[in-house]
């Protein structure tokens, strides 16, 4: 505890004496994790509206008007042994012609259209929706059975796509935003280091072991990286909270991402980078001089 106390001690020293090249490199440091952090942030809502996307899909098939009522029961019991399906409704097309009026109640469709053009259909729910192209085809082959098959695959397939493409670039972002932070504060400790070489110099010479000698300057590291991050994680929350109230109150049926657990994982991860780079650098660029000068 002596030696820690020292050590903060030393480190807040140094922090004083080179203030603008600290608050610099602060400054820097907060704004690389700003824009990592809004990456996770949107990486995490894409996912989520990707989520929906799928929970809301199903196959819709749209009935021939010449069959039976008994032929459609048949059909139903074919399509409920399908692998991956889970249930099979019944949609009359007086119930969905009357549901698309109400969807369109600011239109008179009954002045544009005298007659219910809409069929019977049925409504195909998956157990897994990764399988609805592969369940979609093979029902489309019932062609007694059936006019038409409509499925929301390809919007699945696109944002699965977008989603994989997103983590791509978040990979080569997060190494590059990793790589980045690392190289200010190395080179922003090493700056503190040359400054006191003289007093490394004087402290391996009367016995002080490079642990000794290291730990201002790990806490000074530690201080530079964590308080960084701790400003970035609190912009990160004020803006992501501000912002997306407002853009939910716009359209309220998108599907933002509020619940606290998901945030605080973005939040203390954004934290636990900007700490542990800190650490990292600090170590990295006393070792280094450590190995020149004593």
Do not use: C
């Not at 062609?143 to 390809?154: I, L, Q, R």
């Not at 000794?212 to 300057?217: H, R, T, V």
């Not at 853009?247 to 900007?274: D, H, K, M, R, T």
């Amino acid at each position: 505890m002596r030696h820690l106390a020292f050590f903060i001690s030393e480190a807040l020293i140094g922090i004083k004496r080179s203030a603008l090249m600290m608050f610099i490199a602060v400054v820097t440091i907060m704004v690389t994790l700003l824009v990592f952090g809004l990456f996770l942030l949107m990486s995490a809502n894409v996912n989520n509206l990707a989520q929906f996307i799928s929970s809301k899909l199903e196959v819709r098939v749209f009935l021939n008007e010449t069959i039976t009522r008994r032929d459609i029961e048949d059909f139903q019991i074919k399509i409920a042994q399908m692998p991956h399906v889970k249930s099979v409704i019944f949609v009359d097309k007086k119930d969905a012609w009357a549901l698309f009026k109400g969807s369109f109640s600011n239109m008179t469709l009954s002045d544009l259209v005298s007659e219910n053009p809409l069929p019977h259909a049925l409504k195909v729910v998956l157990s897994n929706n990764e399988y609805i192209k592969d369940v979609a085809m093979q029902i489309s082959t019932h062609k007694e059975y059936s006019s038409d098959v409509a499925y929301g695959g390809v919007i699945a397939e696109r944002m699965s796509a977008f989603s994989a493409w997103l983590s791509f670039v978040g990979v080569v972002l997060v190494v590059f935003l990793t790589v980045a932070t690392l190289f200010i504060i190395v080179n922003t400790i090493r700056l503190t280091v040359i400054n006191r070489q003289d007093e490394i110099e004087i402290m391996s010479l009367v016995g002080a072991t490079p642990g000794f000698i290291s730990g201002p300057f790990i806490i000074e590291g530690l201080l530079l990286g964590g308080g960084s991050s701790f400003i970035s994680m609190v912009l990160l929350r004020f803006f992501y909270d501000f912002f997306a109230r407002r853009f939910q109150e716009a359209l309220p049926y998108f599907p933002l991402v509020f619940q606290s657990s998901v945030l605080n994982e973005i939040y203390f991860f954004v934290f636990l980078l900007g700490a542990i780079l800190g650490v990292l650098g600090a170590y990295i660029s006393i070792s280094k001089l450590l190995k020149e000068t004593v």
